[in-house]
């Protein structure tokens, strides 16, 4: 396994996974969804040869921002928002966990409460942008990097999470740099070992 030292800081990204959401109601009557958001070390296959994970204590320093619980990234479909007590993150040695307090004054708020209820929706998305990373080249030659700081705001509860391809473009892009500077790495040595030194 061999560590490489490329950060790419690039635009908004958006991550997703399955996930066990519920509605829970609490005894004052009040019903939320709740469940994990992103999962720390756990691989997330972006693509064939490339992976990535969540370092524990990624989103720190975010926890603070204004951040909205949608559904399907829809801006339209605010399920709740931290700046108005509506939605709660915290991140835990499991990952980052997200309670959103649903809204009994909004339709498409209980209809998402609905489907996630039965079992309809249970899979969660990110949306944020990465400040700081690790990328490795593994054994079997793929790349895997590790997400060690993330700029996070927005939480979705979605009915198919997916990967967007301008991520995997991104990706594959920082793939082909990763190899490019092995290479040239490798041309170096040789280099040097040619001219004995």
């Known amino acids: 396994m061999e560590k490489l030292d490329v950060n790419y800081i690039g635009d908004r990204q958006v991550r997703a996974l399955p996930t066990n ?6 005894g004052d009557g009040k019903k939320y969804i709740e469940g994990y958001f992103a999962v720390f070390n756990s691989d997330y296959n972006i693509a064939p040869g ?3 994970s969540i ?7 975010s926890l ?6 949608l ?7 605010v399920l709740g928002r931290t700046t108005a007590g509506t939605f709660e993150v915290h991140q835990d040695e499991i990952g980052l966990y997200g309670k ?3 809204n009994p004054k909004d339709q498409d708020a209980l209809n998402t409460e609905a489907r996630v209820d039965r079992g309809d929706v249970n ?12 990328s490795e080249i593994r054994d079997d030659g793929s790349v895997h990097w590790t997400i060690r700081e993330i700029e996070l705001f927005e939480c979705s509860v979605c009915t198919f999470p997916a990967y967007e391809e301008t991520n995997i473009f991104a990706r ?22 040619l001219k004995g030194e």
């Not at 959401?21 to 609490?26: K, M």
């Not at 603070?64 to 619980?69: E, L, P």
């Not at 559904?71 to 479909?77: A, I, N």
């Not at 899979?123 to 690790?134: K, L, V």
């Open 123 to 134: 899979q969660a998305s990110i949306g944020f942008n990465i400040i700081n990373q690790d």
């Open 64 to 69: 603070g921002n204004d951040i909205r619980c």
């Open 21 to 26: 959401f519920e509605v829970r109601t609490e």
């Open 100 to 102: 959103a307090l649903v």
């Open 50 to 52: 490339m992976s990535e």
């Open 172 to 193: 594959s892009k920082e793939k082909e740099e990763i190899f490019k500077r092995k290479d040239e790495a490798w041309k170096l040595r040789m280099k040097n070992k």
């Open 55 to 61: 370092a524990p204590g990624a989103f720190t320093k």
């Open 71 to 77: 559904t399907d990234h829809d801006t339209r479909l």
